[in-house]
């Protein structure tokens, strides 16, 4: 492949890079704000693009159809809480219980392992064909750009209300939100319920943009999100510290993980280790704020003089 090859791909992978970003915006919202293990969204993430694809291919209209997506999405993130909170279920294994059972509830919603729905036929919102050669405010970056902005003045006020700060304690200091009257239960079902709608919805527009919805369109879709909350928080992190700025930064964070997807695909890596990649990236971003503390903290080389001194 050629350089021009990848250029023209770029517009691509910043449009897909945009839509799981939103996908990223609502992992943040568990593993940053609630700091809870949540792996619904492999699980939640395929229903929000199967319950949209049946929506439109059965005749209701696009913005019917996403709401609906929303709406399963948070019915996903309900089960995963109460299984948390009602039946004392630890954070992973309740949402491995919920992503276990979305996968045979979504092969009921499509009737079989995918459905497509055909951009000729419909009058999507996003589309692969919509990168290129359509008017701008049809162009999958400037829609997906602008549900982006909607989402997160959305979510920063969410965040600043009575509940949005008690959701935000309570991932903080649990401990201290119940001593202050602060009911925690409800507020991780709350906060994991938004998260999985936020996921569905950006599994509505994924099925859109690819035209076509899978039962494995989900997996390793855990992995791809924090990679793009890591990601965007390692290179935006030290200059961004506004909320509603860090969660701009995440979606950012999609975009830089798909262009690097795009350019090691360019440079003709074997797209069967593509998943492993993903794994490696997060591992080593995940690993640096460990290595800076271990490593290269001034304190340690103190200690460690300390020591010889003493010896």
């Known amino acids: 492949m050629s350089i021009i090859d990848l250029i023209n791909s770029l517009p691509g992978a910043v449009a897909q890079g945009l839509i799981w970003g939103i996908m990223a915006i609502g992992v943040y919202i568990t593993y940053r704000i ?43 993130g309900l089960a995963t809480g109460l299984f948390h909170t009602f039946m004392g279920i630890p954070p ?7 992503q276990l059972s979305l996968y045979s509830i979504n092969l009921k919603i499509m009737g079989k392992a995918n459905q497509a729905v055909n951009v000729r036929n419909y009058k999507l919102l996003v589309s692969m064909q919509y990168n290129k050669g359509v008017p701008f405010y049809q162009n999958t970056i400037f829609v997906v750009g602008i549900i982006i902005v909607v989402i997160i003045l959305l979510l920063y006020w969410f965040f600043g209300t009575e509940k949005g700060c008690a959701i935000r304690a309570t991932g903080s200091n649990p401990n201290m939100s119940r001593a202050n009257g602060i009911n925690t239960n409800i507020n991780k079902v709350i906060a994991l319920m938004l998260s999985n709608g936020i996921v569905a919805f950006s599994g509505a527009l994924l099925s859109q943009y690819q035209g076509f919805a899978d039962v494995q369109m989900g997996r390793g879709a855990i ?19 506004n909320f509603s700025l860090q969660l701009l930064s995440v979606a950012l964070g999609g975009v830089i993980y798909y262009l690097v997807y795009q350019t090691v695909i360019w440079l003709g890596l074997d797209t069967d280790l593509l998943k492993l990649l993903s794994a490696v990236v997060v591992a080593i971003f995940l690993a640096i704020p460990y290595w800076k ?18 010896e």
């Open 223 to 241: 992995v791809i999100g924090l990679a793009a909350v890591i990601i965007g928080e390692a290179i935006f992190g030290k200059f961004l510290h």
């Open 34 to 76: 609630l700091d809870f293990a949540d792996l619904t969204v492999d699980g939640s993430i395929c229903t929000g693009g199967a319950v949209c694809v049946m929506m439109i291919t059965g005749g209701y209209s696009i913005p019917v159809a996403v709401l609906t997506a929303f709406l399963a999405g948070l019915l996903a």
């Open 92 to 98: 992973i294994l309740a949402g491995i219980l919920t």
């Open 293 to 310: 503390k271990q490593y290269f903290r001034k304190g340690n080389k103190s200690d460690k003089k300390l020591l010889q001194t003493k």
